[in-house]
């Protein structure tokens, strides 16, 4: 009977010339592939906010939220009209540049902490790009004349899947 649960092409451990496995296991740590609930976790960094109580991982939660909620200002901002009209296309395409980029490295830092697949980092995640979404996205705040005039939602378009 084969107990191997389908690991059967994984590579051997090698024996050593002092008879232990080729593999170390200090300092070993567990990865989780399904969402769990609980304060103790690690989100971006190696032991950030890990066994630091519930004020660190409130913390963390506070950071991932305002993390999502920038993406989304950035996503329908438009900081490129304060450059003014006389501004160079050179000018206006670096800064651009510049937002997309920023915007693309802060949506990376979310995802990344998603993947901790803590319950709580994920529901603030998104919590974060709601919120973001109904006050710089969403019709809510928006005169309906300011919604006829405008042409263009955002500097740096927004990101589609």
């Known amino acids: 009977m084969n107990h191997g649960h389908g690991m059967e092409g994984m590579a051997p451990t090698s024996q050593s010339t002092n008879g232990t ?21 690690e989100i971006l960094f190696s032991g ?3 066994r630091r109580g519930a004020g660190m991982y409130a913390l963390a939660l506070i950071f991932i939220f305002v993390l999502a909620f920038l993406v989304e200002w950035l996503s329908h901002s438009r900081l490129i009209k304060l450059l003014g ?13 510049l937002l997309h980029a920023i915007r693309v ?8 902490a998603v993947m901790s697949f803590n319950g709580g980092v994920f529901l603030m995640a998104v919590a974060g790009h709601a919120l973001g979404f109904l006050l710089f996205g969403s019709r809510v705040f928006k005169k309906s004349t300011e919604m006829l005039l405008d042409d263009n939602t955002s500097d740096p378009p927004p990101m589609a899947c």
Do not use: R
């Open 48 to 50: 950030w906010p890990g």
């Open 85 to 97: 009209e006389g501004s160079s296309n050179v000018l206006a395409g670096v800064v651009q540049t």
């Open 21 to 41: 496995s080729g593999m170390h296991h200090h300092n070993m740590m567990m990865m989780h592939m399904t969402f769990f609930w609980g304060n103790i976790a």
């Open 105 to 112: 490295g802060l949506a990376y830092l979310v995802m990344l």
